[in-house]
């Protein structure tokens, strides 16, 4: 499967606790996004890697959040000190730049806090 | 700022039946427009893309959507729906330089009825 993966798929975590997520890109892609969507919404905007830039982040990120795309291959997202409101599909898309625009998205990672 | 807003939170359709899942934007700048579709515990695919030209796009699934800059919306259509069509459906616009992160409507959910 060359599509973009997800690691893990579901996580159910104590409010307070770290959390971290993994995205592998499609190979070639050399630009990286993650978005947050909650239940009954649309899938938000959190931040953009160019190889291993993070070239843009949204207001949504707050500084509990960190994500890192060490070799501009694989990315992270961290969530420190989890909260409730943290609950939410985490997904991660790709792109080759020049391409023709089209996201790929994985499947994205369901975060419980409890 | 973009915005995305899909007029209808769900849409129910016979088997068989033509459907249009509305959706409008607002931007102060060019935009490429998108339609994704989301099955059940599965990440988003995408349909179809509006970058320049036509502004009447075919995708995939017999999707097709036209481009109204005037009225600024991006209705999805399909003359003939069947029950695999059933899932949630996504309009998404990016700034036309087309590296940015998408923005996203709420969703419509697409109910086939047998």
């Known amino acids: 499967d060359t599509g973009v993966s997800q690691n893990p798929r579901h996580k159910i975590t104590k409010r307070g606790q770290n959390v971290t997520f993994r995205c592998d890109p499609i190979?070639?892609?050399?630009?990286l996004y993650w978005y947050r969507q909650t239940l009954g919404q649309g899938p938000e905007f959190l931040t953009y890697?160019?190889?291993?830039?993070?070239?843009?982040k949204s207001r949504l990120l707050s500084d509990r959040f960190s994500a890192e795309r060490p070799k501009g291959s694989f990315s992270t997202l961290e969530i420190q000190r989890t909260e409730q409101g943290d609950s939410a599909m985490y997904l991660c898309?790709?792109?080759?730049?020049?391409?023709?625009?089209?996201?790929?998205f994985g499947p994205g990672t369901r975060l419980t806090v409890t | 700022a973009q915005s995305v807003t899909q007029l209808d939170s769900q849409v129910p359709v016979f088997e068989e039946a033509p459907v249009e899942l509305r959706c409008n934007y607002s931007?102060?700048?060019?935009?490429?427009l998108f339609w994704y579709v989301q099955y059940p515990n599965q990440g988003l695919q995408l349909l179809l893309k509006?970058?320049?030209?036509?502004?009447l796009v075919k995708g995939i699934n017999g999707f097709e959507a036209e481009f109204n800059k005037s009225q600024t919306s991006f209705h999805l259509r399909k003359p003939s729906v069947h029950i695999s069509d059933t899932a949630e459906y996504f309009c998404?616009?990016?700034?036309?330089?087309?590296?940015?992160?998408?923005?996203f409507g709420k969703g419509t959910h697409l109910i086939i009825q047998p």
């Open positions: 998404a616009v990016s700034p036309g330089g087309g590296a940015d992160g998408l923005t």
């Open positions: 190979s070639e892609h050399n630009r």
């Open positions: 931007s102060s700048v060019s935009v490429y």
């Open positions: 509006y970058l320049s030209g036509s502004t």
């Open positions: 890697f160019q190889n291993e830039a993070q070239l843009e």
């Open positions: 898309a790709s792109i080759r730049s020049g391409g023709a625009y089209e996201q790929y």
